[in-house]
C-alpha cells in the first residue's frame, strides 16, 4: 500500500500565509523535508556501463537496490525546473565521466539518474470524476503495512511504515459505533546539511469511513528537538484543524464538502479506481503542512516495463501529478501497477525517491539512518594514563553518567568485572602477553569458554567466509607463513592477522558497513572493516570468531581519548583470544575496554554497533592502576 500525500515539494523555509491572514503551521525546511517525502515513494534505476553493472552485481548480493535508472525527459521540462521557482517534473541529467554522482560507501546507490519517461500527449477532455461512494478498500485486504526506503540523491535517508487496520468510532449524536479505518504513516529520516545531521520524525493518522470520508486527524511533526502536533475534525460542515508547537496554539476552520478528502486521497482514488492510460483524474484533499486545501491533477502517462527496488521489472502507469493551492504549483511522479498501487515515486525539485520494499530491508534502512544520525564523540580518558600502553594489565574505573543505557562493560575473554554499583563498575584489562602467561600457568581469573557458539564458524552476509574469495586469502595467507589447515588455531589466526594487518591499510571510522568481500574490493578499512575480513579469514579457516566492539585509547601521554573501535576474538579451543589486524602490533595492549561480542550472523549490523556509539557521551572513564611484568 502507498500513501501518495503530500505530492508537494518544499518552496522555502516556511509555509505562506492564507489568504484571511490567519498564520499557518510553520516547520523548519528539513522537517517540512522530512514529512512530504514520507508519504512518497521513489524513482529508477540504470545501469549505464561495465562498472555500474559490477556495483549493482554487489549491491544485490547484500539486498541493496541496483541502479537502473528512469529514462531522460525532454529538454524543455527540465528547463522549466531550473528556470523557475515551481518544482518540475524533470530530474537531474543521466551521470558522466566528468560529473559522477557514485559514492563508494556502504547503502548508497552509484552512478543514479532520475528522470520520468518522455512526456505523451494526454487527452484534454474534462478530468474524470473521482468515484467515492464505494469502499477504496476491501475488507479482505485489512489490515496492510507497507514500508519503503527513502533515499536523498543517492544515499538512503530512512524509511516510511504505512499501515491501514479497522477502528470503531462512537457518533455522539447517535449513541452508536460505526467501523472505520484508521490510516497512519510513519516515518524517520536523517537529514546531513553543512556536516550537522537532523533527524526527523513524521507521523499521520487519518479516521475515516470505508469510501475515504475524513472524520478525524491527528499527527505530529519533530525536527530535531523541537516538535510540532496538529489535530483536526469534522463538525457541522467544516474541518476544525489546530497546531500546537514551541509557540501559542494556531487553529483554523475551513468549509467542507462531500468532495473534500483527507491527506490519503490520491492514494485512495487511485486504488478504488486504476487509471487507465491518457486519463486524467482531479481530486481534493486537506494538506496539514499548509493547513489548506489543494487541488491536485493527474495525468496517466503509458504503463511500461520498469525497474522496481529488486532490480527486477514490472509493468507500471507514470503518472505525472500536479498540486496546486492558490497561487502555489507543485509537482511529483508515480509508478503504479494495474490495481493501483504505488511502487515508487519522486520528488525532483528536492531530489527524492522512495521504493517500496520488505520490512528486512527497511529496518536495515532505518538502524544505518540512525547510525548516520549520531555523532560519535571520543571518551577522555583519567587518572594515570600514561600506563595504558606500557602495562600488561590496567584496572579502569567505568561509570555511566545516567541509566538510560541498557549496556554494561563485558565480564568475557580478557575483562574481568566488579559492580561497584548499577552505575560504576571497576574493570581489570588483561593485555595479549599477560593472558598467554596465566592461561599457561590456568590461573586466568575469569571462566574459561571451552564452546564457541556455533554461529561464530557460519558465513554470513556481512561475515561472509564462504565467499571464493575470503576462502582464497585465508588459504593464502596460511601458506605464506608456511601453515595448513592442520595446524594450531593460534598459530594460523597470527599469520592471518600479520597478513591482513600488511595488505588492508586502516581509515578513519565512517560509518558504513560493508561484507568482506566489499572490504577487498576496497583496498582499505576501518577498525570495524579489518574485524569483518579478520573474522571472515578466520572462519573460513575453521576458526570460531566473533567480533568485539567497545573503545580504544589513543597514544597521546598528555590525555587519552577512547575511540570507537572493534576488534575480533577467536576461540582456541579452551578460550576466547583477542586479536586486531587494524593495529601494526601484533601484541593486543590492555588499552581498549569492550562493551558487546557480536556474530554479525544477520544482513543488519547497524544494531549492533549503534548501542556502543551512542555510549560515548554516557560514559566516563579512569585509570586506577596499571602493571608491568617484571
Known amino acids: 500500500m502507498h500513501f501518495c500525500y503530500p505530492l508537494t515539494p518544499i518552496q522555502g523555509i516556511s509555509v505562506p500565509r492564507p489568504s484571511d491572514g490567519v498564520p499557518i503551521l510553520r516547520i523548519p525546511r528539513l522537517a517540512l523535508i522530512a514529512l512530504l517525502v514520507s508519504m512518497q515513494s521513489g524513482c529508477e534505476q ?98 496492510r503495512t507497507q514500508w519503503e526506503i527513502q533515499y536523498e540523491g543517492n544515499e538512503p535517508v530512512g524509511y516510511i511504515r504505512r499501515s491501514v487496520e479497522l477502528s470503531r468510532v462512537t457518533d455522539p449524536t447517535q449513541n452508536s459505533k460505526e467501523s472505520t479505518l484508521r490510516i497512519e504513516a510513519e516515518s524517520r529520516v536523517f537529514i546531513t546539511r553543512k556536516g550537522k545531521t537532523t533527524e526527523q520524525r513524521t507521523q499521520v493518522i487519518a479516521i475515516e469511513r470505508p469510501n475515504g470520508e475524513l472524520l478525524r486527524l491527528e499527527g505530529s511533526l519533530q525536527n530535531g528537538t523541537n516538535k510540532t502536533r496538529f489535530q483536526g475534525s469534522i463538525r457541522d460542515g467544516n474541518l476544525r484543524f489546530e497546531s500546537i508547537g514551541e509557540g501559542r496554539p494556531v487553529g483554523i476552520t475551513i468549509p467542507w464538502t462531500e468532495k473534500d478528502r483527507g491527506p490519503f486521497a490520491i ?9 487507465k492510460e491518457k486519463e486524467i483524474r482531479e481530486v481534493r484533499y486537506f494538506d496539514p503542512i499548509q493547513m489548506r486545501m489543494v487541488d491536485a491533477r493527474l495525468e496517466a502517462l503509458e504503463f511500461l516495463e520498469t525497474p522496481i527496488y529488486d532490480g527486477t521489472t514490472e509493468r507500471l502507469l507514470e503518472i505525472q501529478s500536479t498540486s496546486r493551492s492558490e497561487e502555489t504549483e507543485r509537482r511529483a511522479i508515480l509508478w503504479v501497477d494495474a490495481a493501483g498501487e504505488s511502487h515508487k515515486s519522486y520528488l525532483p525539485g528536492i531530489d527524492y525517491r522512495s521504493f517500496r520494499c520488505d520490512p528486512k530491508t527497511a529496518r536495515l534502512r532505518s538502524a544505518q539512518a540512525d547510525v548516520e544520525g549520531v555523532t560519535i564523540k571520543d571518551v577522555p580518558v583519567f587518572g594515570d594514563t600514561p600506563q595504558i600502553h606500557k602495562s600488561t594489565k590496567v584496572n579502569y574505573r567505568v561509570e555511566l553518567r545516567s541509566m538510560d543505557s541498557k549496556l554494561s562493560v563485558s565480564n568475557r575473554t580478557n575483562q574481568a568485572v566488579r559492580a561497584i554499583n548499577p552505575r560504576i563498575s571497576d574493570v581489570t584489562v588483561y593485555g595479549q602477553s599477560e593472558i598467554a602467561s596465566i592461561t599457561q600457568a590456568n590461573t586466568l581469573p575469569i571462566e574459561s569458554e571451552p564452546n564457541a557458539d556455533p554461529s561464530t564458524l557460519t558465513s554470513s552476509p556481512i561475515i561472509s567466509s564462504g565467499n571464493p574469495q575470503i576462502q582464497l586469502l585465508g588459504r593464502l595467507l596460511l601458506e605464506a607463513q608456511g601453515l595448513s589447515m592442520s595446524d594450531s588455531k593460534s598459530a594460523k589466526a597470527n599469520a592471518i592477522r600479520d597478513g591482513i594487518a600488511k595488505r588492508l591499510p586502516v581509515i578513519p571510522f565512517d560509518k558504513s558497513v560493508r561484507p568482506a568481500e566489499k572490504v577487498l574490493v576496497a583496498g582499505k578499512g576501518h577498525s570495524v572493516d579489518h574485524s569483518v575480513v579478520l573474522a571472515a579469514t578466520l572462519r573460513a ?90
Open 46 to 143: 540504470k545501469q549505464s556501463n561495465d562498472k555500474a553493472v559490477a556495483k549493482a552485481s554487489m549491491l544485490r548480493e547484500i539486498g541493496l537496490p541496483t541502479d537502473d535508472s528512469i529514462k531522460r525527459s525532454n529538454e524543455t521540462t527540465r528547463n522549466a525546473n531550473a528556470n523557475t521557482t515551481n518544482s518540475s517534473i524533470s530530474g537531474p541529467t543521466s551521470p558522466s565521466s566528468s560529473d559522477p554522482i557514485g559514492k563508494e560507501s556502504s547503502g548508497s546507490l552509484t552512478d543514479r539518474s532520475i528522470e520520468p519517461t518522455t512526456r505523451i500527449e494526454v487527452n484534454r477532455a474534462k478530468p474524470k470524476a473521482d468515484e467515492r461512494e464505494e469502499p477504496w478498500l476491501s475488507s479482505d485486504r485489512i489490515p
Open 267 to 275: 492514494e485512495q482514488s487511485l486504488m478504488r479506481s486504476p487509471m
Open 541 to 630: 579457516t575453521q576458526i570460531p570468531a566473533r567480533i568485539a566492539i567497545g573503545f580504544i585509547a589513543n597514544q597521546s601521554a598528555a590525555r587519552p581519548m577512547m575511540a570507537f573501535h572493534a576488534w575480533v576474538e577467536y576461540h582456541d579451543g579452551e578460550r576466547w583470544i583477542p586479536i586486531d589486524s587494524s593495529r601494526e602490533s601484533s601484541e593486543l595492549k590492555p588499552d581498549r575496554i569492550k562493551f558487546n561480542e557480536v556474530a554479525f550472523d544477520s544482513l543488519n549490523p547497524y544494531d549492533d554497533l549503534l548501542p556502543i556509539i551512542r555510549l560515548a557521551s554516557n560514559l566516563e572513564v579512569s585509570v586506577v592502576q596499571g602493571s608491568t611484568n617484571p
